[in-house]
Structure formats: C-alpha cells, structure tokens
C-alpha cells in the first residue's frame, strides 16, 4: 500500500483506446505527464507493461499493476485476465 506522500508524486487514470481496442491504465506524474502503461487488448486477449520514463520507483509501479489487475479484469467478452 502507498503512502500519500508518495501519492501526491504519482496517480492513475483509466483510459480507453479504440484504435487499438483496448483499455489502459496509466501512471501519471504529478505534472500529468504519462510515465507507464498497462494495458489490456481486447482482441489480442493480452495485457502489457510499457514504460515512457527511465528509473521510475519500484513502488510506483507496483501501485500501477495492483490498480491494473483491479481496473481490467476481465477482457470485454467477460473472459478473465488470467494472470
């Protein structure tokens, strides 16, 4: 669990991408600038991890695939993510 010291520095947003069919959630720093990704492409029935910034916090991105596994499980056909 965080604490909001640390929150204030980092936050998440869901955020949906019809192009390429799937959902995302995305860490944030606290200028709104998108730091990493996970997400969940509902054709490929994949999930993935994409990083836009170099050395960020282990407890960060721990925040980010807790809040991922809550937020896009399971695949839009109702299938679990599995992991």
Do not use: Y
């Not at 200028?31 to 836009?52: C, I, M, N, Q, Y």
Request: hydrophobic share 45%; no cysteine; charged share 30%.
């Amino acid at each position: 669990m965080t604490n909001p010291q640390f929150e204030a520095k980092f936050r998440t947003q869901v955020a949906s991408d019809v192009i390429r069919d799937g959902l995302g959630v995305e860490l944030l720093s606290e200028t709104g600038a998108v730091l990493a990704e996970v997400f969940r492409w509902d054709t490929k029935h994949a999930v993935t991890f994409s990083a836009f910034s170099e050395d960020l916090p282990l407890e960060a991105v721990r925040m980010l695939i807790d809040r991922a596994l809550d937020r896009l499980d399971p695949f839009e056909d109702g299938t679990p993510l599995g992991l």
